[in-house]
């Protein structure tokens, strides 16, 4: 059984750091694509970055290009997402996926998905 477990997020203020890690279980975490999304208060889950099995290969969102790192350490199965220079729109719960199928920046092509974690940046 697939498990992918959030954790890191929390409040911080405008122009702060999170970071936030997935912890993955139950398949082959170094022979899957991950990825994180997000869904803000009132809309759907949008794609925030992506990264290949080796780590070598990186994709992000307009919005979060350049702020945002993603990486992972196979060794520990883990997933990460460093945030930088965070603002208010960025505020979300952010859901670590794995496994996906298709065009990796639509909700629909990742096979298995976290719980999310909660993010909020104030003003």
């Known amino acids: 059984q697939v498990q992918l477990v959030e954790s890191g997020g929390g409040l911080v203020q405008t122009g702060g750091s999170l970071r936030l890690s997935c912890a993955a279980s139950g398949r082959s975490f170094s022979s899957d694509p991950m990825g994180w999304f997000r869904r803000a208060p009132g809309k759907g889950r949008e794609f925030v970055a992506a990264i290949s099995t080796n780590g070598g290969q990186t994709f992000y969102s307009e919005s979060v290009k350049g702020r945002f790192t993603i990486s992972r350490t196979n060794a520990k199965n883990t997933l990460y997402l460093q945030m930088n220079r965070l603002n208010p729109e960025d505020t979300a719960v952010y859901y670590c996926?794995?496994?996906?199928?298709?065009?990796?920046?639509?909700?629909?092509?990742?096979?298995?998905w976290g719980q999310g974690t909660q993010v909020t940046v104030s003003s």
């Open positions: 996926a794995q496994d996906p199928e298709g065009d990796y920046r639509t909700e629909g092509a990742w096979h298995y």
